[in-house]
């Protein structure tokens, strides 16, 4: 609000500004030129001074009962004819706006706060003597100083600039068209005008690591830090065994040799590494939250995504990411530098996370089809998902049936105020212990909770 | 998630329409007490309206606050006291819907504040100037000629508005 009020003065600009314009015309329609464009006009009578007649009426009408004592009656009734006069000579404003958006900074990391400036310029012939600018924040972003709209009037060739700020959240967000009412000095006469002015916000979180998901055995062929049940080379105690011919002199249990004359040989659990595809449920579903104000399923599967995709990088195991979405997202399991930052750009800009809900409909048979190929055979699959509803445990349930091993990571973002959010809540606790009762692993991550937390508490239980 | 507005009408707006409707009552005041009684009841509803951004209450509260004006003429204020009251009761109305009406489309918080100078300046340049010829008519009129004078000049100017539609 301080900002906007220091700037909220017009101040007279020079002509030759290159920008382009938005400049609209009764006459001549809507002209647009190549980036900014007017994307409806709708004219509306505010029908505000009406009344202003009958009240006109009601003075005169008195003075002329009451006779020729009192004229001031007749002069009241003269008011009210003049405003309703001032009235009708309204005309649709004519309105050519050149208008821009900028930003404080285009590609913000998570919660930064983004300076947006709007300004306004004035390139018709007349005083607009009433302009309201409301600008089209994306939906899921929130302001938090300052207010995307405002008030002015503007003399021609000045302009108006305000400033608000938003905190920037994951993902990739389009400006809305602006939204402009202009009218003509009685107010009797609207003018609506959408403006596009193409804006985009893109915050890419960094990936960061946390606690590894403890895996289970189903590994690749390379070596890595997923302990097996097959015995060679490693560090943990697997077996002991009868010596052959060629085992290595380091691994020959020399005390069973002492003891018993006889050679044997160590066996170790050897380490592989897995191959994991982090599948994220990103449906229409995976947008529910528990309240407004909190974070949505998929926004804290994403933050888990993340933090998983490099825990189990670091770690040397393979990782892919594939989206449960109408839309595509696939990204097949590899490891190195490059392919973590892909992911890093796919978690966060892939049109099958974005921040709005996908359009299209989710058909589970097209997807299995389409996705149900891609999974390498001996890969691990964790699960990210709400489990708010059928589909995801008999997807897992599948999954672990095709000889995957499934790790489900679930954030709860039920809630309980209400019985029928309790019913959903009881619903969901159901699943999570039908898929447990299967034998997959699930993590039941509550918003409370740190994802890290929720992780050793689930590892601890596993373990034993 | 986008944030929602507060909304409310336009303070500056409304606290404007509210000082203009004072003068209204004010006006009036010194000639007639019914007069100022029903322009104060006016008044009351007229404040509700405006600050609670109720488009009724207000619009009901000026037309009981021009109301007020009316008596205060037919008790006999005199004509001057009567078109400033009348014109304020106007343009309070006028100010107070455009405060509610920038409300709904910018919120409470929204700086509308040159906005609202600028239309309050127009409306009452339409009030300066329509007080001024009707007391021109008035004291030019007033001197001797017969009533149905100006009641005609009145049609004629009510004839004209009508014709000035587009």
Not at chain 1, 73 to 97: E, K
Not at chain 1, 190 to 210: K, Q
Not at chain 1, 263 to 282: G, Y
Not at chain 1, 318 to 342: K, N
């Amino acid at each position: 609000m301080t900002a906007a009020a220091d700037t909220a003065e017009p101040v007279p600009t020079s002509d030759d500004d290159p920008a382009t314009d938005a400049s609209v015309d009764p006459d001549e329609g809507v002209d647009a030129d190549a980036e900014v464009t007017v994307t409806h006009v709708v004219d509306r009578e505010t029908n505000r001074w009406v009344g202003v007649g009958a009240l006109a009426f009601l003075a005169g009408g008195l003075g002329v009962l009451l006779g020729g004592g009192v004229p001031s009656l007749l002069l009241a009734a003269a008011i009210g004819v003049a405003y309703a006069a001032f009235s009708r000579t309204a005309r649709p404003p004519v309105v050519d706006l050149h208008v821009e958006r900028t930003l404080g900074e285009a590609t913000p990391d998570p919660d930064d706060s983004v300076e947006v400036t709007v300004t306004v310029r004035n390139d018709g012939p007349g005083l607009l003597s009433d302009l309201r600018i409301v600008d089209g924040v994306p939906r899921a972003v929130t302001v938090d100083e300052g207010t995307p709209r405002h008030g002015t009037a503007l003399r021609p060739g000045h302009e108006v600039r305000f400033n608000y700020t938003v905190t920037a959240r994951r993902g990739v967000h389009e400006f809305e068209p602006m939204t402009v009412y202009v009218r003509d000095p009685a107010g009797s006469i609207e003018r609506e005008l959408a403006i596009d002015v193409p804006t985009r916000l893109t915050c890419v979180p960094p990936l960061s690591a946390t606690e590894p998901l403890s895996l289970r055995g189903l590994t690749s062929r390379y070596a890595g830090r997923v302990t097996t049940d097959t015995g060679g080379e490693g560090v943990e105690f697997h077996a002991v065994r009868e010596y052959r011919h060629g085992d290595p002199v380091n691994r020959i249990d020399w005390n069973n040799r002492a003891r018993t004359g006889a050679l044997a040989t160590l066996e170790f659990r050897e380490e592989r590494a897995a191959r994991v595809i982090l599948m994220i449920d990103a449906r229409e579903e995976a947008y529910w939250a528990a309240s407004p104000d909190d974070e949505n399923a998929l926004e804290r599967s994403i933050e888990a995504a993340n933090a998983l995709f490099a825990a189990l990088l670091d770690r040397g195991d393979q990782v892919g990411i594939v989206a449960i979405s109408p839309i595509e997202c696939w990204l097949p399991p590899g490891a190195g530098r490059e392919h973590r930052t892909q992911a890093q750009l796919r978690l966060a800009t892939a049109p099958a996370f974005s921040p709005q809900p996908p359009e299209d409909r989710f058909f589970r048979s097209l997807w299995r089809r389409r996705v149900g190929q891609r999974i390498p055979d001996n890969s691990q699959v964790i699960v990210l998902s709400s489990l708010c509803d059928e589909f995801v445990p008999k997807e897992v349930r599948r999954l672990d049936a095709l000889g995957h091993t499934v790790t489900v990571v679930s954030p709860d973002v039920t809630a309980a105020d209400t019985p029928g959010r309790r019913l959903v809540a009881i619903e969901r606790d159901l699943r999570i212990t039908w898929l447990r009762e299967s034998g997959v692993r699930v993590v039941n991550w509550d918003p409370e909770d740190s994802l890290a937390l929720a992780l050793r508490r689930a590892d601890a239980r596993w373990i034993r | 998630m986008s944030d929602l507005p507060s909304f409310g009408p336009n303070r500056v707006g409304a606290l404007a329409s509210l000082g203009v409707a004072l003068l209204a009552l004010g006006a009036g005041a010194p000639y007639s007490g019914t007069g100022t009684l029903v322009g104060a009841t006016g008044l009351a509803l007229f404040a509700i309206g405006a600050l609670g951004g109720r488009r009724g209450s207000a619009t009901l509260g000026a037309v009981v606050l021009f109301s007020g004006v009316v008596i205060a003429g037919w008790e006999g204020a005199p004509v001057g006291a009567v078109l400033v009251g009348a014109t304020a009761a106007v343009v309070a109305w006028d100010l107070a819907e455009h405060a509610i009406g920038l409300g709904e489309q910018l919120g409470r918080e929204a700086d509308a504040t040159r906005n609202v100078i600028v239309h309050g300046a127009v409306s009452l340049a339409v009030g300066t100037i329509a007080i001024s010829a009707s007391y021109g008519v008035y004291s030019v009129v007033g001197g001797g000629l017969p009533l149905s004078t100006l009641i005609l000049l009145l049609l004629a100017a009510i004839t004209l508005t009508a014709a000035l539609r587009p």
